[in-house]
């Protein structure tokens, strides 16, 4: 027997339906004894079903105009649960998310790495006069430094912690320039990072709120040491998460001549994995321990950059050969601009981030009165020394080289922003039961009915024996 074959004894048994007794007195052949016992499974599924509609549709009793209101009001209400189905399921594929957010309270929390760079690159005591220096201010010697040269003048030219760093204390301890780990930023300058988790340093949490339990710092930018064409003095800063090394500062600005204020509240972000917008993620990192979008788009910069021109930028990992000034100039440097131009890097958003808000306020430093004793506890060169004669020349250098910055959490809580699915697999099958059931009156038993009915067609059709 075909399909064709068991498709007709179906449409007869639905035609059949009358809630009379198919006669098997009169049945004599297998063949026989085994359509008619198909038809028996066909018109007790049709009588018994929970499917809205289908024995008014099939009944035999009902008059014709009914059956044919019914036919069209349950195939009105299937295209209509059909639509509903459709659109859930659109719906449940474009994977939409929701978001929460809310307020933590800790007893402790971590304390933020914090990091800064001079904005001058080079002390110009070491520069001046130099082939550097002479290349610098005229491009056709830029071929007569070799890479070794610039990198020993340029590293030999570049500002120490130690010269800068006059105070430091946290939660009320003092701290010195060993409780700080080096780092060069993206534009060259050697830039300084408190409590970045590396080893050795351990990962420091703040048990209290307020400007006693803070972070303050004392930096003298040697303003008077800036190189020739540097217009601005400042330093960069950010705060930032441990995981995180800021190759592009962020931060504020935080010029000479004043204290600053900087009241942080934390924010942790938690995204989504794919299929979902977000498409958090990481990679495995050759140059770097833990993964970030600034450390993963320096990695694929360098990679490009080597490739390309076979040497890299002496902040760049690796063990690559430092470029000369020349090759900087001609390749490394029009590779990096072609690099971010054509938006090369492929670094997936990370999975959690935290980051930081901050609130700066600020007052005038130091007071005169202060001035007078900092002045006298620094260490200067002779010149600068005998330039310095009175009170006001104290103020005056102070307030040109000196900064200061406390950072301090107002509460100890964070907020939390948390992604989260706002149309998963158990809503969507939720709401397609719910429209099916509702416009067709099926539910899940009523599938088993189905499914029912045909495995018993199907098996006495195909291996039941009569004899």
Known sequence: MNFEELAKIVVEAVQENNNQPINTNKIKTPRELRNNKTKEYVSEMIDNSSFHGISYIAGKENHFIRRTIWLLITMTAFGYAAQKVYESTVNYFSFPISTTQMR???????????????????????????????????????????????????????????????????????????????????????????????????????????????????INIIHYEYYKDEMDAAIHMIVHGQQDTPLKMRGPTLSPGFTTYIQLEKKMIINLEAPYKTKCGSLKLKYFDSYSLDTCWLEQLTDHVHSVCKCKDFFMPGDIPICSLNDAMSCMWPEWARFDQLKMQNCPLPCVIDSYKLSLSRALFPSPQYADSLTNSLQQPPHIINSIKNISDKVQFARDNLLRFVIYYDDLSYELIEQKPSYDTLVWLGDIGGQIGLLIGAGAMSYFEFIDCLFLVIYNQFFKTYR
Not at 121 to 130: Q, V
Not at 135 to 145: D, E, M, R, S
Not at 161 to 190: A, H, Y
């Open 104 to 218: 933590i309270y800790v007893n402790e929390i971590d304390f933020p790495a914090v990091s800064f760079c001079n904005f001058n690159e080079f002390r110009l005591s070491k520069m001046d006069g130099t082939k550097v220096d002479q290349a610098i201010l005229n491009p056709k010697l830029q071929g007569l430094v070799t890479a070794e040269e610039y990198r020993n003048v340029t590293f030999g030219a570049m500002f120490d912690l130690k010269e800068m760093l006059v105070d430091c204390e946290f939660n009320g301890i003092p701290c010195s320039d060993e409780n700080f780990t080096m780092f060069s930023w993206m534009q060259g300058e050697r830039c300084f990072t408190f409590n970045s988790g590396k080893f050795p340093h351990k990962l420091l949490k703040i048990g209290g709120a307020g400007m006693k339990r803070s972070l303050k710092i004392t």
